[in-house]
């Protein structure tokens, strides 16, 4: 019954499958002939289907999964560079009329102090978003037709886009909102939105319905549709994720690489992100409470595997993760992570405590923004705020098409470098500044056109001297 065009849920996530794929990647995993093959396909950076990509998840072999560490750092590099997009999360309200037994939201929590941010709070969140130095947001809410209807999310992202504070302006909002209709998701994209980005949770309808039992999003149709019918609502750039520890992580990896071949051969376009969140201890949840929790190693093998699979989609790591985690799964072909985040609502303007009440999850990656970015460029990375491609409508297949051609790299290096330029002037400390002037000065060198490199140093030369360019 798999079928990839159609737009039922239960057809493009077909269970059985899943099954099958799953027992065909225990039949091939162990066998070195069939992971060369498959690991040659993955060289030609066209991407795996599910059934090749899980054969290489479940392989154990410790020379087979080092060749596909280096080959999803290669792919990465070669897509986009060594760029790392920034972003944080901002967190609008957490009422909530589900009952998701593995988020603190779920309604059933009384003891959760409730919070819904008015948009003289939001002017505060995002001017202390902004002090950092963060450009791209991803705004977060529970799900309330009442308390946050649509009226309130559009609003909203109409407040963040007006703000401006000193030289900060947010240039990018992506939004993680419930699964919707396709009218509101074409208010989204008429509003403007980045990225709309909706986690699975988990693809197994079973599981899901349980963990879910009641509410909108109980419904496991509404909720994995909901990618199509932003689609048909006008938005290109979808961002796909699984909540790892819910369900057995292979059923879930082969079932969200169906879901973006499914939304590549209907809509032309596969998912812009994929997220990779773990469950984590939250007030009233305890992560040792689900059976299917994964470690580290598992984990980044599944970050690596994606890479090789789905080589033009970006992937995204929050602060769920630790720095170490963090560093590992970096040189796996991560492109985004946010940096600084508040899970709470209303923890930038006023911080709270570390046992913060309102917070989604614990953070585990606690450092400011200007570490971060120290850090990073302390590994050869370019932190990046670019938003450029949004701005000039390199979105959807646009972008995909200039990705998969290997274009992005040429115009992304020097817009990074720019925004990098911008930060170090206007946020970074002065140890953060000194290291990013250095790499700057060595990355600009990598841009192999003389034009574009002149034309990038003539613009660094205007950032210094204080002058913005708010078209990236
Ligand atoms: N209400 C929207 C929805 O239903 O998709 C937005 C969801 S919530 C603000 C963002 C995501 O946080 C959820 O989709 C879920 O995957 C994740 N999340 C919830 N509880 C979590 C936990 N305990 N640990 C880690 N992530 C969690």
Known sequence: MYNPQSLRATEFIDHEEVLASLAYADTHSADAASIDRILAKAEQRKGLNHREASVLLSCNMPDKIQAMYALAEQIKKDFYGNRIVLFAPLYLSN???????????????????????????IVREVT?????GHKRLAIEAGEDPVINPIEYILESIETIYGIRHRNGAIRRVNVNIAATTVENYRKLK?????????????????????????????????????????????????????????????????????????????????????????????????????????????????????????????????????????????????????????????GYATPVPEDEASAQFD??????????????????FIPSFCTA???????????????????ILNCCH????MTLKEYLEDYASPQTKAIGEALIARELEKVPSINVRNIARRNLEAIGQGKRDFRF
């Open 389 to 407: 491609c949004y701005r000039e409508g390199r979105t959807g297949d646009r972008f995909m098409s200039l990705c998969k051609n290997g274009q």
């Open 414 to 417: 020097p817009n990074a470098l």
């Open 190 to 346: 008429d509003a403007q939105i980045g990225t709309y980005i909706l986690f699975q949770e988990t693809y197994h309808k079973q599981s899901y319905e349980k963990l879910h039992p009641a509410g909108p999003k109980h419904d496991y149709a509404w909720h994995t549709e909901a990618m199509d019918r932003a689609m048909e609502g006008g938005i290109d750039d979808v961002g796909l994720g699984v909540l790892f520890g819910l369900e057995s992580y292979r059923y879930e990896f082969a079932a969200l690489l169906m879901h973006a071949e499914h939304l590549e051969t209907v809509h032309g376009v596969g998912p812009h992100t994929i997220s990779v969140p773990r469950v984590k201890k939250a007030d009233d949840i305890n992560p040792a409470s689900f059976n299917n929790g994964i470690d580290d190693d598992t984990f980044a093998k599944i970050c690596a595997c994606i890479r090789l699979a789905v080589p033009y989609t970006g992937m995204i790591i929050s602060t769920r993760e630790s720095q170490a985690v963090r560093e590992k799964v970096i040189h796996l072909g991560v492109s985004q992570i946010s940096g600084a985040s508040r899970t709470s609502v209303g």
């Open 128 to 132: 202390a978003l902004q002090d950092m």
């Open 363 to 380: 953070v585990s990656d606690r450092r400011t923004l200007d570490e971060v970015v120290a850090w990073l460029m302390g590994m050869e």
């Open 95 to 121: 009422y909530c009329i589900n009952s998701c037994v593995y988020c603190p939201y779920h309604r059933q929590n009384s003891h959760m102090p409730r919070k819904k941010l008015s948009q003289a709070d």
